[in-house]
């Protein structure tokens, strides 16, 4: 059975971490929609991918709490800098080209050589990045419906698939994150989904 709690709840973070590490799923909130968040390890990836009906071929993005974690696990383009000063904390995805001497599971990337990472403006999945490192994390929804921007929606979307619901309330934004292609330094870099942030607004960052 699905536990919700609120996310302000005295020990709802530690809650959320450990359950997590037993490669359940987590719903949790960000300032743009719910996500279902796992550990970036096989088996749980699967368990995120199946529950919500989704391709492993489209990749699922990494949730951080500093450029550094950024740093460790992918290689910064001059793009990637440039908008990541501008617009992290918040509602934009960078892709980028994963380092060599990082092993990853394959559904990170769908199965290319890079990965999608955000750093989110708001403290329940940077809580849990601090505490568990880069997790893994896609939009709560079945794959090609609304998003869920309740945690009640969450709980109607994937009843008992998903273990746990961090009830932040309503979210900010609704929109999901923008994304961004800076995986190659040699390519300027290309939206490939406008979300909360418009593309007119990359376009400028990058000037």
């Known amino acids: 059975m699905t536990r919700i709690i609120a996310a302000s709840a005295p020990g709802a973070i530690a809650e959320a971490a450990e359950a997590l590490r037993r490669g359940e799923v987590v719903a949790i909130p960000t300032e743009t929609v719910y996500g279902l968040a796992v550990l970036p390890l096989h088996a749980p990836l699967d368990r995120l991918i199946a529950a919500k009906h989704r391709s492993a071929d489209k990749g699922i993005q990494l949730l951080i709490d500093s450029l550094e974690q950024a740093q460790r696990m992918t290689v910064l383009t001059d793009g990637a800098h440039r908008l990541a000063a501008r617009f992290w904390p918040g509602g934009l995805t960078i892709v980028l080209r994963r380092r060599e001497d990082v ?3 394959d559904q990170l990337g769908g199965g290319r ?7 989110p403006d708001h403290a329940v999945p940077r809580a849990l990045a601090r505490a568990l ?6 939009s709560a929804n079945i794959s090609g419906q609304p998003d869920a921007t309740t945690a009640g929606r969450v709980a109607e979307s994937f009843g008992d698939e998903v273990a746990l619901i961090l009830d932040d309330g309503p979210v900010r934004g609704g929109t999901p994150s923008t994304v ?4 190659d330094p040699g390519v300027a ?7 909360a942030i418009s593309a007119r607004d990359i376009g400028a960052a990058l000037e």
């Open 180 to 183: 961004v292609d800076c995986s």
């Open 189 to 195: 870099p290309a939206v490939l989904r406008e979300g």
């Open 133 to 138: 490192g880069p997790i893994a994390a896609s």
């Open 113 to 119: 050589p890079t990965l999608g990472l955000r750093l």
């Open 103 to 105: 092993p990853v599971p």
